[in-house]
């Protein structure tokens, strides 16, 4: 992986995320970091009064892009004092929708992995859960960090990959997680969230030999559990940081424990819960 795009409002919680991208500079080899803020600015706004009377002129847009690039261009600087030697961290305005402008960004830049904060990356407001976690998540055409807010960065040595042992039978693309684990030798922890208690922890590993990218994941020498909890997203955030570690992968399938990224509410979940950095495959 490349280049990190990295979608930026100025909310404290993306301010993390692009701390984090900064950080895990140094135990990847990505060449480059791409801070993106997007604002939209109607252009009945600027031609037409609100209901409230009140209009935007074009000099205030232009301000506010002035202001912008002045807060990202801060942001550069602080950050590049923190990546690994080499990488260049960039910046770039959008006059868009965020949705839009990080999918547009994402192939004009050859983006390769986008990271952002669970919460306050809306383009006209940083007050609100919304559902930018869901939307990117499911629209983006590369891989999705999702970092909590205020997760503090820690080198990525446990990773836990979530799934389901007994439905996950189909080959599933994970080029993705294979690129990840050959730059580090991670400690590899797969775990199925187990919702009515049938299984012992004995069996794991054995139901897990049915799916055919046991062999696959058979080099990383991984230690397969499941997790006893009616909740399936807080089972596996919590099986993670009671084991330590650093990073929750969600396998980019039907039976994938993020399925339900097709309700919005699970942002608002994972901003709550999650004391662990979500990577979304695609």
């Not at 559902?131 to 998540?137: L, N, Q, R, T």
């Not at 994970?174 to 030798?185: E, G, Q």
């Not at 919702?195 to 069996?203: F, R, V, Y």
């Amino acid at each position: 992986m490349k280049t990190y795009l990295v979608p930026i409002d100025f909310s404290p919680a993306s301010i993390n995320a692009a701390g984090f991208a900064a950080e895990l500079s140094k135990q990847t080899n990505v060449e480059s970091i791409i801070l993106l803020n997007a604002y939209y600015v109607s252009p009945i706004e600027t031609l037409l009064p609100n209901p409230d009377m009140v209009q935007v002129f074009e000099e205030e847009v232009e301000q506010n892009a002035a202001d912008r690039i002045t807060k990202l261009t801060h942001l550069r600087d602080k950050l590049s004092k923190k990546v690994r030697a080499g990488v260049q961290v960039s910046i770039h305005l959008n006059r868009s929708h965020l949705l839009r402008a990080v999918v547009e960004n994402v192939f004009t830049k050859n983006a390769d992995l986008v990271i952002l904060g669970s919460k306050g990356n809306s383009s006209r407001s940083d007050s609100d859960i919304g559902s930018h976690v869901v939307s990117i998540s499911k629209a983006s055409p590369v891989p999705v960090v999702v970092v909590p807010p205020g997760y503090s960065f820690n080198d990525i040595k446990r990773v836990v990959v979530a799934c389901d042992f007994e439905k996950v039978k189909d080959t599933v693309p994970l080029a993705s997680l294979t690129r990840l684990l050959d730059k580090k030798k991670f400690e590899l922890l797969v775990v199925n969230v187990d919702k009515e208690s049938k299984h012992q922890a004995g069996d794991a590993e054995r139901i897990a030999e049915g799916s055919a990218w046991y062999d696959m994941l058979a080099p990383y020498k991984p230690k397969y559990s499941y997790v006893n909890s009616p909740d399936v997203i807080n089972g596996i955030l919590q099986f993670a940081t009671d084991n330590d570690a650093q990073l929750v992968i969600a396998l980019p399938h039907k039976y994938s424990f993020f399925q339900s990224l097709l309700h919005d509410s699970v942002s608002q979940q994972l901003a709550a819960s999650s004391a662990v950095p979500v990577l979304l495959l695609k």
